[in-house]
């Protein structure tokens, strides 16, 4: 079972539910990551079961494997090779653009989730949905409809959910540990951010940044900085949002927009990428020139 690298609830929650299932019906399942699991998701059921691709434990060569939520091949990073060397390749996802690279493709581009084709499969392959997989599954749900936020948040995905809750998984205590919860440091970091936010361009763009005194200061790691940027996006009437992480390799900008503004096409002038209301960049130059560069594209394409 292989999910994307900087896993999300939905490629954590798909895999980890089709093992269990595929365990259920007698199978030996590997679950395999390029990084490790986000500590805000530990609380899921069987994540003590992912490996990094470097373990030691893990067999030569699979029978068959799943890829979980990838649009792209590239998505899996250092688990590609596991996927190279098994003999069959099934590609579970729901993206629209997904590249078709398995030998099998099941592909719902209707699903709200991966989490979701799953779920079809296990029913019709007759499997009890226990309260693991429900946890699981329900993670998914809540991940990609934003916490029934979002435009997917339709009728089949609050149907769905309903039966999730049916078979055990716990509205609250998932949605608290997952999407609530953040350690003490994350909370600081936030606030740090938040308070130097600013407004440029008329108040249409909004930008922040952290630097890496601040992250040391705190003991702060990535994952506490990464939903600043859509906190920041709550903000009324402004049009594109910009959050600047200053890290050993030079700078990381996440961009947001609230309206039409493609924010993808944006991203990747500079090497990045992503959908079109949310993107990211990887960037080699220090911040004060990451900045620079950026809001300045940003103000351009706003003329
Ligand atoms: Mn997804």
């Not at 130097?196 to 790691?221: E, F, H, P, R, Y």
């Not at 990464?226 to 709550?234: C, F, L, T």
């Amino acid at each position: 079972m292989l999910s994307h690298q900087n896993p999300d609830g939905d490629t954590l929650g798909s895999m980890l539910a089709m093992g269990a299932i595929l365990k259920k019906s007698g199978h030996i399942v590997d679950h395999v990551i390029s990084d490790p699991v986000p500590v805000i998701y530990k609380f899921l059921p069987y994540t003590d079961l992912v490996k990094i691709p470097e373990d030691s434990t893990l067999q030569k060569n699979y029978d068959l494997a799943f890829s979980l939520d990838c649009g792209s091949l590239k998505r899996l990073g250092k688990a590609k090779d596991l996927w190279h060397k098994a003999n069959t390749t099934i590609n579970i996802d729901h993206h629209i653009s997904n590249e078709m690279f398995g030998k099998i493709n099941c592909i719902d581009p209707e699903a709200v989730s991966t989490g979701q084709v799953v779920y079809t499969v296990a029913k019709q392959l007759k499997i009890k949905i226990t309260k693991e997989v429900a946890t699981l599954l329900y993670t998914t749900l809540l991940t990609d409809t934003g916490c029934f936020s979002n435009s997917k948040t339709n009728e089949t995905a609050l149907s769905w959910g309903a039966e999730l809750i049916k078979f055990g998984a716990e509205h609250e205590s998932i949605y608290r540990k997952a999407f609530l919860e953040r350690p003490f440091k994350a909370i600081k970091i936030f606030g740090s951010a938040l308070k130097d936010c600013i407004l440029i361009k008329k108040g249409q763009v909004m930008w922040t940044c952290v630097n890496k005194d601040s992250m040391k200061k705190l003991n702060a790691t990535s994952e506490d900085t990464e939903d600043i940027v859509d906190y920041m996006a709550r903000t009324k009437d402004v049009r594109i949002c910009v959050f600047f992480r200053e890290d050993k390799n030079g700078t990381k900008v996440s961009l947001r927009a609230n309206d039409d503004t493609d924010v993808s096409k944006i991203a990747s002038l500079f090497g990045g990428g992503g959908h079109k209301k949310a993107a990211g960049i990887n960037m080699s130059y220090p911040l004060e020139k990451a900045k620079d560069m950026i809001l300045k594209k940003i103000q351009e394409e706003l003329k």
